[in-house]
């Protein structure tokens, strides 16, 4: 009776969570349902940068150090298209980087000034302190290409989740920039950095600026190449009046296809690069584990046998 009773009560928990996971995540016509109602009022959420109260005193401190530098006006846009494709808008963004190598660069020279004593050489207590201030002026550089490096990951791995949830709207009778709104709306938990571009393209064509203008600012910011594949291909649908579903589609089979074979080709590397772990790491514990008593015992009775000899 009891383990009927267990049964029972297993069932009806396994009925009740399957039951709120189907009307709560994989309900079908969620979306659906959505569309058919006017959205034509729906704005993409501003873009508002999220600091705490530490970030913006630093960003203070460095935004007026940044300022003492000249900086032309083609370093200046350069560095705003990196700081962009990292996500980042503020309009302070070029003085609190150029500003945040100074200091950090002035930090760094000061550290190896007071800790030269502990450099020996002649050269060494020279030398520190001209390489401390090198690596404090290059590493903002290289934490933004790391971000930036990491944007354009996401945007990537995100992709073909944009195109099936574009494919949805456009077949649901949606227009291409409604569907995009959509799209900016329902993928901001899920992908935030896809969604943040999506949004800001919407912000341009609402603006003014032809879809075709946009759609290119948009491939421009990301610097994804497959995000530019989608862009002239949604410009040539645009152009010549095709289907944009189908389009749509064909890509997004493409990008599973080629992120299986990403995988594949990954999983093929991982053979040759064990080598050398399996080679520095695994073979000498081994190598202790098995054969390690047998040695020692041959050198605790091979070593007496060959002094005797003498």
């Known amino acids: 009776m009891s383990a009927l009773l267990a049964v029972l009560l297993f069932l009806l928990i396994g009925g009740l969570i399957c039951v709120f996971g189907y009307l709560h995540y994989v309900k079908p016509t969620r979306l659906l349902d959505q569309l058919k109602n006017n959205t034509s009022d729906v704005l993409p959420t501003p873009l508002r940068p999220k600091l705490n109260k530490t970030d913006r005193s630093v960003a203070r401190f460095l935004e007026p150090v940044g300022n003492l530098i000249p900086i ?6 350069a560095v705003r298209n990196d700081l962009v494709a990292a996500g980042i808008r503020s309009s302070s963004a ?3 980087f150029h500003g945040s190598k100074i200091v950090l660069s002035v930090v760094l020279v000061l550290l190896s000034l007071v800790m030269r004593g502990h450099f020996k050489g002649p050269v060494a207590p020279l030398m520190m302190p001209m390489f401390a201030g090198f690596i404090g002026y290059m590493l903002p550089g290289v934490i933004l290409s790391r971000l930036i490096k990491r944007r354009r990951t996401a945007v990537r791995l995100s992709l073909p989740d944009v195109l099936d949830l574009l494919v949805i709207c456009t077949e649901a009778g949606c227009g291409l920039d409604q569907a995009l709104v ?3 709306r329902e993928l901001k938990k899920v992908h935030p950095a896809i969604s943040e571009e999506i949004g800001l393209l919407n912000m341009e064509i609402m603006a003014g600026k032809s879809r075709a203008d946009a759609l290119r600012n948009f491939a421009g910011r990301t610097g994804e190449d497959e995000i530019k594949k989608l862009v002239a291909i949604l410009i040539q649908t645009d152009r010549f009046g095709t289907s944009v579903s189908d389009a749509l589609r064909t890509q997004s089979d493409y990008l599973r296809i080629r992120r299986r074979h990403e995988a594949e080709e990954r999983a093929g590397k991982v053979g040759v690069k064990l080598v050398f772990p399996i080679f520095f790491f695994c073979m000498p514990s081994l190598l202790v ?4 008593s047998g040695m020692l015992a041959l050198f605790h009775n091979l070593f007496p046998a060959m002094s005797a000899f003498h």
């Open 289 to 292: 584990v098995t054969a390690g």
């Open 72 to 77: 032309s006006p083609q370093d200046a846009a």
């Open 94 to 96: 070029i003085p609190v």
């Open 182 to 184: 959509n799209v900016s």
